[in-house]
């Protein structure tokens, strides 16, 4: 198994203080909020609610939010993939038209269209998930090319799956990202199997960040559980993006604790392999992090996951009421 290290306790204290405590708790919320989101879908769709099948990113919320809170969410660029809910809501979009989408209503983000893995946001820079593996990768030197031609200071987050970088398009991605030294920012979302397969039997090097050598350009592993780790690499690729020393490679270590979708009866893994990663939960770990850092009680902390179950209930009575899109609609936006 991939061993990450954690910060150093100085790096710890430097990055919370300079987040500050209302921005760290509100990152703590956030990543509440994914998880009651995406267990409440799982409801959902056990209820005949939600339809057609669903990837769920339980046990994986520090990258989302680490990552997001790095960078500037709504200005810089957002690309991701088809496990990409918590993406979504770590980037700032609207727990209730969140949900609205998830559940194939016109109130949602696409329209009920999208669903659960073609989520998008253009109006906050969030291009959308890809239910092709790594089809959203290659699109993230054309934004970057965008940025450049532009002449802003803007960023391209892209994430993707451990399981997308054997995709060939990956590393033409990488390799264009670096000969044009493009500000786009890929970080893999390991989270050990491409459906079914092991990263360990699908790649012949320790960690996926070592692909960067090949390319000229940073590569980095970091503990994907640890939201501050995240949050600290991504911060540094992005200053190094906007600095015009283009792009960087982060591989993020992390665990889904559901199969890989709703169909799943996640015959390669033990009970206790799940069990070994549930025990590193990354809510609970950065929460435990604030308190001692002084900036959270215990009972702030059930007050925030209080808060973040009454976001997602609001939400579904909102998706509740919304309405279906309407049949005769069904044709607007097919440009193909």
Known sequence: MLVTHSLPSDRVEELLSSIGADQACQMLERMQVIRYFEEKAEELYALGKIHGTMHLSIGQEATAVGASSAVRSGYDYLLNHHRGHGHCLAWGSDVNRTMAEFMGKEAGYCRGRGGSMHIADVERNNLGANGIVAGGVPIAPGVGLSIKLRGTDQVCL??????????????????????WNLPVIFLCENNQYGMSMSIQRAANIERISLRAVAYGVPGETVDGNDLLAVYDAVGRAAAHARAGSGPTLIESVTYRWRGHSKSDRQAYRTRDEVKEWQAKDPIPRFARCLIEAGMLSEAEFEAVQQRAAQQIEAAVAFSDASPEPDVSTILEGVYA
């Open 158 to 179: 892209v994430i993707f799956g451990d399981g997308a970088s054997n995709e060939g398009a990956f590393h033409e991605a990488l390799n264009l990202a670096s000969i």
